[in-house]
């Protein structure tokens, strides 16, 4: 059956391919990309997809411009960032030389993003629907981490990211409409993230998370997987 999906970070390594694999499945599928990234969006993903522009998914009334332009079948929400010098700057700093802005960076996509997508865009989700929130599996290495890796704060912000989708699920809407709340939480995926070094120490492959989006949203029963 056709479905219509929204994919944020649809210009990205993961969402471009979960966009790829949608449309070959012959989905609909609306792309939500940053203004810079949208320049001929049709063309480096596929053409003929939706594309609508979203700076910033901390912004609200970015988020409420698409409220009430679709009925969507399900939410992949594959937002990230990658800095110029990809996971070398993303882990360079130790807390006590972090700068501020690296913070609020991810609280804003990981957490009021997260929260803007699910509260803005939940009324127009059919029943039924599914949101899928692609996470991250670096708060498993709690006390395990490389002298090298200085991530805690962006595994902090998972974590918090991680409990809002518990709350998620436990929304009275979400149960009264039965609407699946997904969770995909990857290792290290290979990507232009990690094309310096060090590099971790695995890697997965792109396909092998778009894999269990695809079941995910396929799936009559709330997943939750991590990926090691």
Not at 6 to 30: P, T
Not at 108 to 136: E, Y
Request: charged share 25%.
């Amino acid at each position: 059956m056709k479905k219509t999906y929204l994919v944020f970070g649809a210009a990205g390594s993961i969402g471009k391919k979960v966009v790829y694999r949608l449309i070959n499945d012959d989905h609909n599928v609306i792309a939500s990309v940053k203004a810079h990234r949208g320049v001929g969006i049709e063309t480096t993903i596929l053409e003929g997809v939706n594309v609508v522009l979203v700076d910033n998914v901390a912004d609200r009334e970015m988020i409420e411009g698409i409220s009430n332009r679709y009925k969507l079948d399900g939410i992949i929400y594959a937002v990230g960032h990658c800095p110029p010098g990809g996971f070398t700057d993303a882990t360079k700093y130790p807390l006590s030389q972090l700068p501020l802005q690296n913070y609020k960076d991810e609280i804003d996509m990981h957490q009021i993003g997260a929260l803007n997508v699910f509260q803005c865009l939940l009324p127009i989700l059919k029943d039924g629907g599914c949101f899928v929130f692609i996470s991250s599996a670096i708060t498993r290495l709690k006390g395990q981490f490389p002298p090298f890796l200085q991530a805690y704060h962006y595994a902090s912000v998972i974590s918090a990211e991680d409990w809002l989708v518990d709350g998620m699920r436990h929304d009275p809407t979400v149960i009264e409409r039965k609407i699946k709340i997904h969770r995909i939480a990857p290792i290290s995926v290979d990507t232009p993230f990690h094309s310096g070094v060090p590099k971790p120490p695995k890697m997965l492959a792109v396909d092998e998370v778009v894999d269990e989006i695809a079941r995910a949203l396929k799936s009559e029963d709330v997943v939750d997987k991590m990926m090691l």
